[in-house]
């Protein structure tokens, strides 16, 4: 299934800290840069960070750059975003992508696919 599984979303206070996890076949996930994307309510979903295959590479949306860190584990095809500081304005649901067109800029959504069902994550103030 092309399809990535996304978790560890929920609700936490201004200032706090979570992990979120996405699960990948290996088809999916091998070779592949992976990026976390978000949709807030009422907006269209925005590139937060994106990973390379070895990892050596990644990128992050100025709203997140110094709070939020992306990382994966490739032998247990694993994405992860560790995200401190929460904010209130970080409320959306989270979404996993494997990058699978290089078409157009690497932070459009339509450069990714095998989205998951996505996760939620809710900062209260």
């Known amino acids: 299934q092309e399809q990535t599984v996304e978790s560890g979303g929920g609700l936490v206070q201004d200032g706090g800290s979570l992990r979120l996890s996405c699960a990948a076949a290996e088809r999916v996930f091998n070779t592949y840069t992976m990026a976390w994307f978000r949709r807030a309510p009422g907006k269209e979903r925005e590139f937060v960070a994106s990973i390379s295959w070895s990892g050596a590479s990644t990128f992050y949306s100025d709203l997140v750059k110094g709070r939020f860190t992306i990382s994966r584990d490739n032998a247990k095809k694993m994405v992860y975003l560790q995200m401190n500081s929460l904010k209130p304005e970080d409320t959306a649901v989270y979404y996993c992508?494997?990058?699978?067109?290089?078409?157009?800029?690497?932070?459009?959504?339509?450069?990714?696919?095998?989205w998951g069902q996505g996760t939620q994550v809710t900062v209260s103030s």
């Open positions: 992508g494997r990058r699978n067109f290089y078409t157009r800029n690497y932070v459009d959504r339509d450069e990714y696919d095998a």
